[in-house]
């Protein structure tokens, strides 16, 4: 197995990110006072100012894909020496690669998105492009429609599996809820339990109100260099410690590696890269941080990243294990449950948060190793932080 | 405007349409090393063969799980309604709706069966009952 060299790791120097309970209320009540573009800038300049660098000295440019990769490096005047467009995830791993193998030493990772703002739709006929996706000819004609319905197609067989039932589904929202209320910067800070979790309408039964993300406006950015310039530059560099991906394209429109397998093969084969380039364990990790468009996300990668056993990522989030204070604490801003839809950009921040001991009330203690984990649409990868670059 | 969402048709679609239209339900079948494919495609994705033939399938398959859509998402389908994945005999999984049934009555793991309903003038969709 190959592996990095501690030179030339890719570290974490600045975060930032946009104000989501401000905003939310701001877009709900009154109105955007901006776009994208305006969220994604505003967590540029916050990044940016706490790395220390200089606009000039930018070399590297990822943007997500919520907003132009074009448009936004003419409005922030970035003319990168090298650049791509990339979930939140994939983003960081992209970053990271360019920085070992030296193509550039500091890279600008920005996200933006007025999704509230423009009532984007994630069902129905004007969902992510519609009739531009194969799927669409597969799945509306019969009302089939929006990843909600597919994860609570996936969650049915696994509950009708593995016995697990929606009282238990319940405390992965509730879990992660906690987490929320100390977390000044989340939408959603007020206390829910399983009752008023069970009360709560079905949007795609067995999927509950509280079992799907917000829909929120909202910009991240991140700032990352090599460990060199990280030591000169930042007192807590966070290192991208080691990372993986395995994709499951094969009859993915027949849903067949969700329905038959929850993603885990792609999960296991992930988990074993991610701990084999960083040289870390599973006991090592500290908190989790999970892609979490929709409740079913967490137990899947519970047990795909085999911190439990096939079947019992259920019994692990009720008996109160990822919540503050357990053994694995999950999603400790709240994640796109409760804290922000950042379609994982905010997992990313909070990851390197927790290990810089900033995280506030909802500090995760001791915490020196976080991996993330992410599902989605068949793609899964993985990415360990850590506060060591580890040992060569 | 029918409600229906807009059929999405590209070149393989058409002839998938065509049939069901016809009231047959024909998916793609490898001639080199007879894998079922679904969706249609130009190549099979098991041995990467150009050479296919359109059969029915048999119309028989089992739910391997369903959802019921609590939310309305399209004009058409008013809900609640049942969406189901049905494992065809053949192999490949299916999306359809089951009809004739209550959502008390829905269970993975029970056997379904092939029905053709027009739902409007232009369109006719492959469905499925219960056994």
């Known amino acids: 197995m190959p592996s990095p060299s501690t030179q030339n790791l890719a570290a974490v120097i600045g975060v930032g990110e946009t104000d989501y309970a401000d905003d939310y209320d701001q877009v709900k009540e009154v109105g955007a006072n901006t776009d994208g573009y305006g969220y994604a800038a505003t ?8 790395s220390g660098l200089r606009r000039e000295r930018i070399g590297g440019l990822i943007v997500g894909p919520t907003i132009s ?3 936004t490096a003419e409005l922030l005047s970035l003319n990168p020496r090298w650049s791509s467009q990339r979930i939140a995830g994939k983003a960081v791993i992209e970053a990271a690669l360019a920085i070992e193998a030296g193509a550039v030493d ?3 990772l920005i996200y933006g998105n007025n999704q509230q703002s423009v009532d984007t739709q994630y069902g129905g006929p004007d969902a992510m492009g519609g009739e531009k996706y194969l799927s669409y000819a597969y799945y509306a004609p019969w009302g089939m429609t929006s ?18 039932t929606e009282r238990e589904l319940g405390h992965v929202a509730v879990a992660q809820r906690k987490h929320a209320q100390m977390n000044p910067k989340a939408i959603m800070r007020d206390p829910l339990d399983i009752d008023s979790y069970l009360d709560a309408r079905y949007i795609v039964e067995p999927l509950r109100l509280y079992d799907y993300c917000l829909v929120n406006d909202g910009g991240v950015a991140l700032i990352l260099t090599n460990s060199d310039l990280a030591a000169e530059l930042c007192e807590v560099p966070i290192y991208v410690r080691g990372f993986g991906q395995k994709d499951l394209n094969t009859d993915a429109t027949q849903l067949r590696p969700r329905l038959m397998e929850y993603y885990r093969s792609a999960q296991e084969a992930t988990a074993k890269q991610v701990f084999s380039r960083a040289d870390l364990e599973h006991e090592d990790i500290d908190a989790l941080q999970v892609y979490d468009s929709f409740s079913p996300h967490i137990i899947f990668a519970l047990e795909g990243f085999r911190f439990v ?3 019992n990522g259920g019994e692990f989030v009720a008996s109160g294990a990822t919540e503050p204070e357990g053994e694995l604490p999950v999603n400790t801003s709240g994640g796109h449950l409760s804290e922000t839809y950042m379609q994982g950009w905010n997992h990313q921040v909070e990851a390197v948060r927790q290990l810089r001991g900033t995280a506030g009330d909802r500090q995760v203690s001791g915490c020196q190793n976080v991996l993330y984990a992410c599902s989605a649409v068949g793609k899964v990868h993985g990415i360990a932080y850590s506060a060591e670059a580890g040992v060569q | 405007m029918t409600g229906y969402p807009d059929q999405v048709k590209g070149y393989y679609e058409e002839t998938f349409w065509d049939y069901i239209d016809q009231q047959e339900l024909r998916l793609q079948q490898c001639a080199d090393c007879g894998e079922w494919r679904f969706p249609a495609g130009p190549v099979c994705p098991a041995c990467l063969s150009d050479e296919l033939a359109w059969k029915a399938v048999s119309g028989e398959g089992e739910i391997v799980s369903y ?9 058409a389908y008013e809900p609640p309604y049942n969406v189901a994945s049905i ?4 192999g490949p999984l299916f999306v359809s709706n089951i009809v004739d049934v209550s959502i008390d009555e829905l269970d993975i793991g029970q056997d379904v069966s092939l029905v053709f309903e027009t739902v409007t003038e232009d369109l006719t969709l492959p469905r499925f009952e219960l056994v």
Not at chain 1, 147 to 164: I, S
């Open chain 2, 67 to 75: 959802v019921v859509f609590r939310k309305q998402y399209f004009d």
């Open chain 1, 106 to 108: 500091t890279v600008a």
């Open chain 2, 87 to 90: 494992e065809l005999a053949e």
């Open chain 1, 147 to 164: 990843q909600g319905a597919l994860y609570a197609m996936t969650m049915q067989r696994y509950m009708h599996e593995m016995d697990l």
């Open chain 1, 309 to 311: 056993d096939f079947g």
């Open chain 1, 43 to 50: 967590a540029f300049k916050r990044a940016l100012a706490e």
């Open chain 1, 69 to 71: 990769y074009e448009r």
